[in-house]
């Protein structure tokens, strides 16, 4: 479950202190503080994600070399639309929609 911050509403339509809470996505955003009954709106913060997780660079030996060391068979685009292989076992070129046997 997401944790959402809220964001206290003050009588005069100024922002007042932030607080937490652990909501399902389908719940609706709360209009009032659990606890004080105050007016509150629901703010937008950044996600919190792990660097391991976010997209960063890749790790490990990813050369030519290793790569077929491990089995594995390396295509490329080419500018004609199908997929030409570089490296490994495999036909030695895919089209588009094309099944392997």
Known sequence: MPLYE?????????E??????LQRIADTPLK????????VR???SPPSVKKQYSGGPI?????NKN?????????????TGTYEK??????????RGQQSE
């Open 6 to 14: 809220y964001v206290i509403l003050n009588d005069d339509g100024s």
């Open 16 to 21: 007042g202190s932030t607080f937490e809470v």
């Open 32 to 39: 009032k503080h659990p606890e004080t009954g105050q007016r």
């Open 42 to 44: 629901r703010i937008m």
């Open 59 to 63: 790790k490990g030996d990813t050369s």
């Open 67 to 79: 790569l077929e060391r491990l089995g594995f068979t390396k295509y490329q685009k080419s500018k």
């Open 86 to 95: 570089i490296l490994g076992d495999g036909p030695d070129i895919v089209k």
